[in-house]
């Protein structure tokens, strides 16, 4: 995940859970991850040191939140809750690891691995990486959760996600060639049958709404990298045959499949509402003389 508006409000959420609310939010996080049949939490009283069990990886975790994370206190807690572990589960779960609401240090790592082969401890960097991962629903539970308002910040967060992945590996010698955006309901009548004037008139204007963020989001890349995105796209679209509307799904489930192995709503409309985006710049489809 891009250091992006979405990324630093889980962190600064993640920062701000302590003792058992950073465990209750381990918990979600990993029954959203492997589901309630394989990620099993303990209850928060008389847990035995042990927080929660992933079956299916056969590996207990315990978590520890606290304010201070002072050396000291981290050594206790790691060898109270490890021995623990040894004496009841580590029979049936060789695998341990140990979660902290922190960034780690080189000494907080060490420590733990120097616990046995299969220990493992996550801090805040870590925990991030396992959400970024996640599947858009799933995400999406994560941030609400968190009392996150999902609704800017992830569609901040899918049209730099499209973007970002529609740039990668992608370069351009080629000029592109700007024209004046033209009155967009004639360039729909040229583009679209009479039949679609009306739900692409309407799905258009719903797609406008987002260009703004497109805009903002576009000026955080050098301008190569935006030349190279509309020439791969100029490209992209030519490439196709057929009738306008066709060619345009056809790009449109194109990039999806490039960001989301399923076809997720969300980020499916967000791919539609930046290739609007190149429509109004007329980058594809046909311009009104």
Request: with cysteine; proline share 2%; hydrophobic share 35%.
């Amino acid at each position: 995940m891009k250091n992006t508006p979405l990324r630093n409000q889980i962190t600064v959420q993640l920062k701000s859970l302590y003792f058992i609310d950073y465990q209750r939010f381990i918990n979600e996080l990993y029954t959203i991850i492997y589901g309630v049949h394989d990620f099993v939490p303990m209850r928060e009283a008389k847990d035995g040191a042990c927080d929660g069990i992933i079956k299916s990886r056969r590996e207990v975790i315990a978590c520890y939140a606290p304010k201070d994370l002072t050396m000291s206190r981290f050594k206790k807690k790691v060898d109270d809750d490890y021995n623990s572990y040894v004496i009841n589960l580590k029979s049936e779960y060789p695998k341990w690891s140990f979660l902290v609401n922190k960034e780690l240090t080189h000494e907080h790592s060490t420590y733990v691995f120097n616990k046995q082969q299969e220990a493992s401890i996550l801090g805040i960097t870590q925990v991030l990486s396992e959400i970024e991962v996640l599947s858009k629903p799933q995400l999406r539970k994560v941030c609400e959760y968190l009392g996150i308002n999902t609704d800017e910040l992830l569609s901040i967060h899918y049209i730099n996600e499209i973007i970002e992945a529609l740039i990668a590996g992608t370069s351009s010698s080629d000029q592109v060639n700007y024209k004046t955006p033209p009155d967009i309901k004639n360039k729909i009548k040229i583009n679209y049958s009479e039949d679609d004037l009306t739900s692409i008139e309407k799905e258009f204007d719903l797609a406008f709404n987002n260009f703004f963020e497109i805009e903002n989001i576009m000026k955080t890349y050098e301008d190569s990298q935006i030349k190279a995105l509309k020439s791969r796209v100029i490209g992209d679209f030519n490439g196709l045959s057929g009738e306008f509307k066709f060619r345009f799904k056809q790009l449109q489930k194109t990039y999806l499949l490039k960001i989301s192995q399923n076809e997720d709503d969300d980020v499916n409309w967000f791919v539609a509402s930046l290739l609007y985006y190149f429509f109004e710049q007329c980058l594809i489809g046909e311009g009104v003389e």
